[in-house]
């Protein structure tokens, strides 16, 4: 009778379903057709019962696992949960025979850049005599694209049949667990995650440091609660910290203890980067271990002291920045905060310190992301936090874009508070280093306990040093005038477009861009709407009616203007779903103050009647003073120190082009160098000395042809020419040096004619060659002329034989 044995597989479930399945389906035909023992997949039922961390199907029994890695496969797979259960299985085996069971094959089904964890890399047999595309490709591409690789494909699929009948036919069975025993199998892929955290967190440094004065938070809205208010039901939180703090403000320090998941929401520049720092430092300066989160209880206190000094008992920050426009992979959060450290990473050990709750995230410069990808980075940010409840989350915001609906009760939203007056003296005694900031310093203290408009908007860390810096940036401080340091402080965060032009738009995110002089005027017409309210809590209904006035040219809606004036002008936040806020009164008496004085028709009078402010009318009338003796109108949010921001007159006239050049002469190369054209194709004929010069010169270079040059006997430099892509050479039969393609980015190659002479090696040292076309006039080339490793690389190889007559 002939044995049959099982065998499960571990992968990542819900990625390349379907090419899973047809590799198992063809993987099934060759066990069938194959002799020797029999085979059956255990294949898991239509609804399992079991969730993500409960591993893959049949693993505690299988008599073979065949484990599909991949970086979604440690990073978001079964790969913990399963290798936990074959190590088990594997030391169970050992003790009641003496004999180490083999039961777990390890198959790249993609490239895995990563150090594989030591029982992986120790059960790592197949690669003996394996094909290059194996690693380099893995089995998903190689399945998708059988047809090309066939011989590759085989070569594999057999390679996997006979080593899974050797694992079976070795004799040392595996024991089976059950469930209960499988819940309860110790981690196994962990065991270098101790040195390699010791290595990260030594490389890994915060990115600013920090503020000089300390900073209090308050609470906006609790788990579930609407904005301020206590909890539903009247009774008071079990936690006395949040207690408090739904109250008055608490100190930043304290962050943590308001719970594992905090949206830190304000405007911008209001020192968000800095406390995310702060945290990664405390993080960093616990020297011992303690009381981690993962051994903690659900019961316990997750910002108590018995963590620690580490924030939520973490000694592993993961700080992702937006900056670049999304967030970095898991896999990628070595790379991005500690490359030296990245190339002893173990794979997956980013996810098991997220899924352990030894890690925390901060998650910065969301408002970077563009607009039309902000959900999607959302929607990624919330699955990992899904994926990792353990894991603590820091998200620092100004509301735009913020999915309220899916936050649920597990969020707390938190606001930084505003700079106290002596806080922004301290600061700015702090930033200033050099003798004309102090100078600027000596003016402007002097003015703060006069002007009380001036000290509001500089509550923000970010407003107060553009103050110091706008008051350096003249010889005499004490001649800068009220209105210009208000504009600093007020327009201390505003991005600038890349460019503007009065060319027209091009689909595409380029033109949604809203023009800068459409946000100064949405951000004084927001101002003056919101004249009578708090200017905390203004309502949204309220903030998109007043930006939808009639009659305005621009296309822009409103709730893209709002947005573009929190992400960009920094003048607003917002801090919950239905509500916008200004930064601080003073700056919407300054944006209101500005647009009444550069708005003709508006009756200021009857406004100034209907909300009387002493400083909104004395700010006024020295703005219309100032304009009135100058003659020139000074937009609102401009630079201060130089001319108004003017729109350029165009793009640059496009650079000259031909479809093809031909050079018979080193002087006529000179001259096409000196014309500046961009040349796609150029054809040289004859001997062109100064080729290795002047072909990386030339502008859009992706063709080259060279022909009927008897005295070439080497290829000139190509590694400066990295648009080139073809290169052909035409009667050059002296031509045996091909070395200058292994440095090149050449991807196809043409040589007409090539003698009757065997392929160079040197053809196999190029990194993106893809085709290779020799035409030989003489007899069909000899058995054995295209090397059986070189034919394995390039499949493309052509040898043609001219036909005559």
Known sequence: MVPVYRYAVSYAHGRDEAWVARFLDELRRRLDAADGPRFRRLVPPAAPAGGRDEGSYGVGTADIVLALCSPAYFNEGPAQRDWAVLALRRSLGQARTGVAPQLALPLVWEPVDRRLPEPVAAADVLPAGRPAEYRSLGLALLTMQAARHRAAWDRVLDAIVARMTAMATAGAAAPELDDRLAAEAPDALSADDAAFTERFRQEVTPVLPALPVARTVSVLRGSGDAPGTAPAGGDPPPDQTLAVALTVPLAAELLPELGRRILLVGPPGAGHTTELARLVRRALDDGTPGHSSADRTPHDDPGSAEAGRAPWGCRIPFVMSARSGALPRLDGMVPTLAPLAAAREPAGWAAR?????????????????????????????LHLLETHPRAPCVIATNGTGVPWSRLGDDFRVVGLRPLAPDDTRALLNARAASPGDRQALDVLLPRFDTDPLLVGVADRPAAAVALLRAAGSVGRPERVARHRLLRAAVSAVWRRPREETTAPPVPGLAANQVPDSVLRAASGRLAVAALGLDCARIPLR????????????????????????????????RPGPDTVAFPNPEVRTFLAAHHLAHTPGTDTDELLRAHPSAELGELLRQLRAVETGTGTVRSVLAAPGGPPRRLSAGSPPPRPAVRRADVRSSDELRALLRAGTAVPELRCSGTVDGLAEALPRLPGLRSLVLSDDPSLVALPELAGCRSLRSLRLLRCPNLRDLTALESSAVMFLDIDPWPNLPVPDDLRRTRWLSRVDLVTGGPRPRQGAVPAQLGAVFPEIRIRRRLHG
Do not use: K
């Open 353 to 381: 310190q997220l899924r352990s709750g030894r890690a925390f995230l901060a998650v910065d410069d969301l408002d970077a992301v563009p607009e039309g990808n902000r959900a999607a980075v959302w929607e990624w940010l």
């Open 542 to 573: 309220t903030a998109l009616s007043a930006l939808r006035e009639p009659g305005i040219s621009h296309s822009a809606s409103s709730e893209r203007l709002l947005a573009a004036l929190a992400d960009r002008a920094g003048v607003v936040f």
